[in-house]
């Protein structure tokens, strides 16, 4: 028996044995395997990688604040934005107003009409010459010996300088409206003190006078330019206060009418002699004004008769106590010697200068 248990404990410790090689084996075919080196292996160098990049985005970083510190500083402002404009609306109203004194400071600069004892009045033609029609126009003025002003542009003056020395030989006046009908109101001053350069240049260049007057196309510009223009120049800027709207072409008659009863002593008449219907009124309206017993003269003598009447009592004071009652009923008229803009200033230069019909009617004539 004893010798059967030994043997059994023998099989017993050799199958032990081999049993536990057997699950060594497969152990050791585990241990082997790459998977575990590798895997320490690569999580150090991620996180090395991790730390080099990180460093790039720190670099940038610091670019994104730069560009946000002034977003933030607009930001401030922001609210401060309607505090700002009220400081800038009083300071646009304030230049204009310091151009505003400067309107009484030029009494003279700027004529509508004129105060006058006598019947006299001033027939105004503007845009020309016309190389067709301005010949008639001399022709009836010449035939009942009535003056004109024509205010001319330095355009037309260029292209038709023998009308420009008919006009002076036969006793009218030549003014100046620009070199080709410029809006005043709309240029700087650089900008029309070239024009009305090259305007009275042409204008001397054809009939040897320089121009004493200036009548602003749409009777645009206010008071402190015809201010400028006669310190510049020494030209007044004559304006109307008997509108005819020729221009509309209402009818040769309606343009007869208007001129002739509209007309009062000192009158300054508005017509283009640029149109064929105007050119026909003419006649009509010279002969009407004549019959109502006005005398034609040219602006500047209208002006100057102002300025005489004006003066007549200044020479009177020192006489005698019995002269004194002229002095005394003419002192009033001393004041407003000249119509200086009145009404035709204003709705003219001011109240839509540019829907003046006087404009609208050059500007479409002017390309002719
Ligand atoms: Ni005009």
């Not at 575990?36 to 670019?63: D, G, H, N, S, Y």
């Not at 845009?127 to 004109?148: E, F």
């Not at 020729?246 to 002593?265: E, H, L, S």
């Not at 007549?312 to 002229?326: E, F, G, N």
Request: glycine letters at 6%; aromatic letters at 4%.
């Amino acid at each position: 028996m004893k010798a059967r248990v030994l043997s059994h404990l023998a099989v017993v410790l050799i199958l032990s044995s081999c049993s536990t090689v057997k699950e060594i084996s497969p152990e050791g075919e585990q241990q082997p395997g790459p998977v575990t080196q590798p895997a320490a292996k690569l999580t150090p160098a991620i996180p090395a990688e991790k730390l080099t990049k990180p460093t790039k985005p720190a670099v940038v970083l610091p670019k994104k604040p730069v560009e946000k510190v002034p977003a933030v500083v607009p930001t401030e402002p922001v609210p401060n934005v309607p505090v700002p404009p009220k400081v800038e609306i009083p300071e646009k109203p304030v230049k204009p107003v310091v151009d505003t004194p400067a309107k009484p400071q030029m009494p003279g600069s700027r004529v509508s009409r004129v105060s006058v004892s006598d019947k006299v009045v001033a027939l105004t033609f503007d845009d020309g010459p016309h190389g067709g029609l301005t010949p008639r126009v001399l022709d009836i003025l010449g035939r009942y010996n009535a003056k004109g002003t024509f205010f001319v542009l330095g355009k037309n003056a260029k292209s038709n300088p023998a009308l420009l020395r008919r006009m002076v030989s036969s006793g009218h006046e030549v003014g100046s409206h620009t070199w080709n009908h410029m809006n005043m109101s709309r240029n700087s001053r650089g900008m029309i003190e070239a024009d009305l350069i090259r305007t009275n240049e042409a204008i001397v260049s054809a009939c040897g006078v320089t121009p004493r007057v200036m009548r602003p196309p749409y009777g645009a510009g206010n008071a402190s330019l015809a201010s400028w223009v006669k310190e510049r120049f020494g030209s007044t800027t004559v304006l109307w206060d008997v509108d005819t709207n020729d221009w509309r072409k209402p009818g040769v008659q309606t343009v007869i009418n208007r001129a002739v009863n509209g007309a009062r002593p000192g009158s300054i008449i508005l017509v283009h002699d640029i149109h064929k219907s105007t050119v026909d009124a003419v006649e009509g309206i010279v002969k009407g004004l004549q019959a109502r017993g006005f005398r034609l003269v040219t602006v500047s003598e209208l002006m100057n008769k102002g300025r005489s009447y004006a003066r007549k009592p200044a020479p009177v004071i020192p006489a005698t106590p019995a002269i004194p009652a002229i002095p005394s009923v003419s002192e009033p008229e001393v004041p407003a010697p000249v119509s200086i803009e009145p009404n035709p200033v204003d709705n003219t230069a001011t109240v839509g200068a540019d829907s003046s019909p006087e404009g609208e009617a050059d500007q479409s004539d002017s390309a002719i």
